[in-house]
């Protein structure tokens, strides 16, 4: 189970903080990434973090901007979004892999509700 968290309202080049919560699967053997999915698009890919936290990957798009990090003993991912841009507004997401590594490939089998960011310009 993955319950995302720490969506709101932030001004554009303001910071935000989303947390994944994730219960019921071996957090140190899974990947975990986040996605987002705004107004009239679909869904895209955002940032993963491997199972053992050792590496991680971002898209273009946020790449210098968001920090993906895990804190094993809280089975926590939090994504950290500086400088925020009207074009990061959208429902994120939280998935888990199977799979250790976070590799562009990796398939997520588990996902949380959204949380929503609205980056007011």
């Known amino acids: 189970q993955l319950q995302a968290s720490g969506g709101g309202l932030v001004q554009a080049e303001g910071s935000l903080k989303l947390s994944c919560a994730v219960s019921?699967?071996?957090?140190?053997?899974?990947?975990v990434g986040w996605f987002r999915q705004a107004p009239q698009k679909e869904r895209e890919f955002v940032a993963a973090?491997?199972?053992?936290?050792?590496?991680?990957y971002y898209s273009n798009a946020v790449k210098g901007r968001f920090t993906i990090s895990k804190a094993n003993a809280k089975n926590t991912v939090y994504l950290q979004m500086n400088n925020l841009e009207s074009e990061d507004t959208a429902v994120y997401y939280c998935?888990?892999?199977?799979?250790?590594?976070?590799?562009?490939?990796?398939?997520?089998?588990?996902w949380g509700q959204g949380t929503l960011v609205t980056v007011s310009s």
């Open positions: 998935a888990a892999s199977s799979d250790p590594y976070a590799r562009p490939n990796t398939r997520y089998d588990y």
């Open positions: 019921g699967l071996p957090f140190g053997r899974s990947a």
């Open positions: 973090v491997s199972g053992s936290g050792g590496s991680t």
